[in-house]
């Protein structure tokens, strides 16, 4: 049954699970909410207080689908759940998007079900959190130029995250589809920075900060395109095949990832990992760095690569986010099983 919420101030005993929507995900986990979940999340990782389940992502043999879930425990925010979902590439055409979650927390006391919660939206604003947090952690202070390769559905969410950690002066892009670049270009107008459509070489030749976004199967920028100095966040591998930069970019910089085992498994560093060219011990959870356990940049020349694979936890920690502030903003509807 479903009940209207009265607004009163709810725990989930006192009135069943709550169902946070879409819209209301996007109306309480603003761009801050997310950032400060995400960071904490990294930060419970590397000290062993929250870890991830394994994942499974199977093709389904139905629409083309690929579905899984991810899920895991964090004990410090004491979320426990799964977020379940895919990627279903027939959806542009009904008008939906194509990449379908939603995330189900459990009471980690009890085990019963707490809250049904959207995760389309969340997983944009998560994603963003990760590079925001790695260029808030990582970033030279005085970047002043944000190259972006990739202009899809996450690139938006990237840039306006992205634009808030340093006071940058300038956005230069390049996407294997130039048709998509206007998206970003409105973007920077709204936010009042100059935008330039570049070449890949002047992309990395221009910017302090990079980050890409793309679901390229193939490096898109080389090692000698990239000054010294510049950090990167590597979001858009997150799968085995997947790549977005050179090898050799890896092997020049210092790695910091998410998690570790997903980063040689599915995320940017799989390549330089099977290779030899890097070990996993070469690799530096960014919690380690938010925790004050590593020192992060050493130099103002130095290379920092982020390897954001995007774990469950972080889908865990919005989701959560989310379901207490529609639960304390009376946005939540109610259901009893
Ligand atoms: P999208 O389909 O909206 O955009 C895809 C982007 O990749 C566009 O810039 C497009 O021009 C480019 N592209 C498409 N095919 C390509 C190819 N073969 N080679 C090079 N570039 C290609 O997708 P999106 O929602 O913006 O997601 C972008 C990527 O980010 C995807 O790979 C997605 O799986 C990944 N992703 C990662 C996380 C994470 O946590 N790390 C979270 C969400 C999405």
Redesign the pocket.
């Known amino acids: 049954m479903v009940t209207p919420n009265d607004g009163a101030a709810v725990t989930t005993t006192d009135k069943g699970i709550s169902l946070v929507s879409e819209a209301v995900c996007e109306a309480v986990v603003g761009r801050p909410e997310a950032f400060t979940a995400v960071e904490n999340v990294f930060a419970a990782m590397a000290k062993g207080d929250a870890y991830n389940f394994p994942v499974v992502r199977e093709a389904i043999g139905h629409a083309d689908a690929l579905y899984g879930f991810k899920s895991g425990f964090d004990r410090a925010g004491m979320a426990l759940g799964v977020k379940s979902g895919g990627?279903w590439p027939g959806n542009v055409d009904k008008n939906l998007t194509?990449?379908q979650s939603t995330v189900i927390l459990f009471d980690p006391d009890t085990g019963k079900l707490r809250s049904l919660v959207g995760g389309n939206y969340l997983?944009?604003v998560?994603?963003a959190a990760?590079s925001a947090v790695s260029i808030a952690h990582l970033a030279r202070k005085d970047a002043k130029v944000l190259g972006m390769v990739?202009?899809?559905?996450?690139?938006t969410f990237q840039l306006r995250a992205a634009v808030e950690q340093r006071n940058f002066e300038k956005v230069v892009a390049w996407?294997?589809?130039p048709e998509?670049l206007p998206r970003l270009a409105e973007l920077c107008e709204e936010l009042g920075l100059p935008f330039e459509a570049v070449t890949r070489e002047q992309l990395g030749a221009q910017a302090d900060v990079i980050i890409t976004?793309?679901?390229?199967?193939?490096p898109?920028l080389m090692k000698d395109w990239i000054k010294p100095g510049t950090h990167i966040a590597c979001?858009?591998?997150?799968?085995k095949g997947?790549q977005e930069v050179d090898p050799e970019l890896l092997v020049a910089a210092t790695v910091f990832t998410d998690e570790v085992a997903q980063s040689v498994s599915i995320g940017e560093a799989q390549h330089a990992i099977e290779s030899g060219a890097i070990k996993a011990e070469d690799i530096i959870p960014v919690g380690a760095v938010i925790n004050g356990t590593h020192p992060g940049r050493r130099s103002d020349e130095e290379i920092t690569l982020f390897d954001?694979?995007?774990v469950g936890l972080?889908d865990l920690a919005v989701a959560q986010a989310a379901a207490v502030l529609a639960e304390e903003q009376g946005l939540a509807n109610f259901i009893s099983l």
């Open positions: 990627y194509n990449h997983t944009a998560r994603t990760s990739g202009a899809g559905h996450q690139s996407n294997p589809h998509y976004i793309t679901s390229a199967f193939e898109l979001m858009g591998t997150d799968t997947k954001g694979t995007g972080q």
